[in-house]
């Protein structure tokens, strides 16, 4: 290991102490969060049941049933469920916690998804399966889920609770493994538990820093531009990881990404004539590759068209969209980005218009975009076929766009694209929902996404 790694691991040490130290903070708001949510002290399992809202209590035999089930009684909820007329919905969901409380974890899952088949949003099914994760010890499926319900109801106290303890207690057992593979000296084992580390806790940017020049060094570059990425995302205007970043798309080929770093650097450096020159040459470098012109020029634009946005979405998620049977789309011929467009609009992460015309050459704004993106990720998410799964990293603080209505249509979009880090608001924690999105930032947000997938490969390595 040479000076800077050892320097860096020293840092990860005194890390380390004080997520120890976080440890007792989290157990005191577990406590004061089970002394304060309503009726969870008097359940009598070791897990908690969520409350009904009044709405809920639609017939006597399912209030029962839940009463049943936050005293302790499964067996009674059960046959008090059996007995309801309520929709499928709450009655899976009163399953899934009943043979959750007999520990039966096959029939909580099955009756959890069951509802969550029914409604994909219902919040309480999604905290009754990351609760069988947690209750299976499989702590991370259970904090994957956390990280979404914590970015689209970042209200929730409970919610918040386990994402909080797991993503500390985590970071302390991989850090703890990090410090004595570095004793032993062994560093390929001491830069994947540091790796693992930085998975529940991607705030601490000295851990991206050793993971990633550690990469770079074995020039395993794909890895290295995904640590960097990540630091940029907490230290947008970093120059030194920005310039590793812009070097390592490079060594990848990866010309169009180079330039959009390098640009950055000409806003925080105008009129430097070195980094004029390296777009320049990077731009020579982009155009030489083998892609249509009209694609190598959506990265030099102020705006982009629907049109550009569908080649973004399909030149970058080519792996992980489907080729269904197309739909007719009627003002496409001709278009540079028409399989793109076919493909996108077949899945309905774009929408066609009534008369089956797509608008290709319209100016895509901020909350459109949005939409398109909450489209994808709702794509990602239901097609995912244990290939990869989505992890997301929310904000520590919840963000309220300020110049959106909550009545706003878009606004629950708006609101979890920002909290999970997707999309950025301004200075001024507005959103701008009217104005066009940037070719770079949609590749910051594209990008986002890509290094929130992992594969089945990485999570079975845990």
């Known amino acids: 290991m040479n000076e800077n790694h050892k320097n860096r691991a020293l840092t990860c040490t005194n890390v380390y ?11 005191l708001i577990c406590i004061m969060a089970i002394t304060g949510c309503g009726g969870a002290a008097r359940v009598n399992t070791d897990f908690y049941i969520p409350d009904l809202d009044r709405t809920q209590y639609n017939d006597p035999y399912y209030k029962e049933g839940w009463n049943n089930l936050k005293q302790g009684k499964p067996d009674q909820a059960i046959k008090s469920f059996k007995q309801s007329n309520s929709v499928d919905e709450k009655l899976y969901l009163g399953f899934g916690y009943a043979y959750l409380a007999k520990n039966k974890f096959q ?20 905290f009754g399966l990351a609760t069988m994760f947690e209750l299976l010890a499989e702590r991370e499926k259970a904090f994957r889920i956390y990280s979404r319900l914590r970015a689209s109801h970042p209200e929730n106290a409970w919610v918040k609770v386990r994402y909080d303890y797991i993503k500390t207690t985590e970071t302390e057992n991989y850090l703890k493994k990090a410090e004595q ?7 390929e084992a001491y830069i994947n538990a540091l790796e693992e580390a930085s998975r529940y806790s991607p705030e ?10 550690f990469f770079a060094s074995q020039e395993q570059y794909e890895k290295a531009a995904r640590q960097y990425e990540e630091i940029l995302e907490t230290l947008p205007n970093h120059q030194e990881i920005l310039l590793k970043l812009a070097a390592v798309y ?43 012109v009209k694609f190598k020029n959506i990265f030099f634009k102020e705006k982009l068209s629907r049109e550009d946005l569908a080649a973004l979405i399909g030149y970058y998620f080519e792996t992980y969209l489907e080729s269904p049977p197309p739909v007719i789309i009627t003002d496409i011929g001709g278009s540079f980005a028409k399989e793109n467009i076919i493909k996108v609009c077949t899945l309905k992460i774009m929408r066609l218009r009534p008369d089956h015309s797509f608008d290709r050459f319209t100016t895509v704004n901020r909350a459109v975009f ?44 708006i609101k979890f694209l920002v909290n999970s880090g997707i999309m950025k608001l301004d200075a001024g924690s507005n959103f701008n929902p009217t104005r066009s999105i940037s070719p770079s930032e949609a590749l910051v947000a594209i990008k986002k996404i890509l290094n929130s997938i992992r594969s089945a490969i990485d999570i079975g390595n845990q």
């Open 181 to 187: 593979f570095k004793i032993e000296k062994q560093l």
């Open 17 to 27: 102490v004080w997520v120890k130290g976080v440890i007792i903070t989290i157990v």
């Open 204 to 213: 601490i940017v000295d851990i991206k820093v050793e993971i990633a020049d």
């Open 250 to 292: 490079e060594k990848m080929s990866k010309f169009d990404s180079a330039v959009v770093i390098y640009k950055k650097m000409q806003e925080l450096k105008p009129g430097d004539l070195e980094i004029s020159n390296k777009i320049n040459e990077l731009k020579t470098k982009f155009y030489e590759l083998n892609l249509p």
């Open 107 to 126: 029939l909580a899952r099955r009756n959890f998804e069951k509802c969550l088949a029914i409604n994909p949003e219902n919040l309480q099914a999604q």
């Open 370 to 413: 949005a939409v398109v993106i909450d489209a994808l990720l709702k794509y990602l998410e239901k097609h995912k076929t244990g290939a990869y799964s989505l992890q997301f990293t929310p904000l520590d603080e919840v963000i309220e766009p300020t110049d959106i209505s909550p009545l706003h249509k878009d606004y629950e979009i």
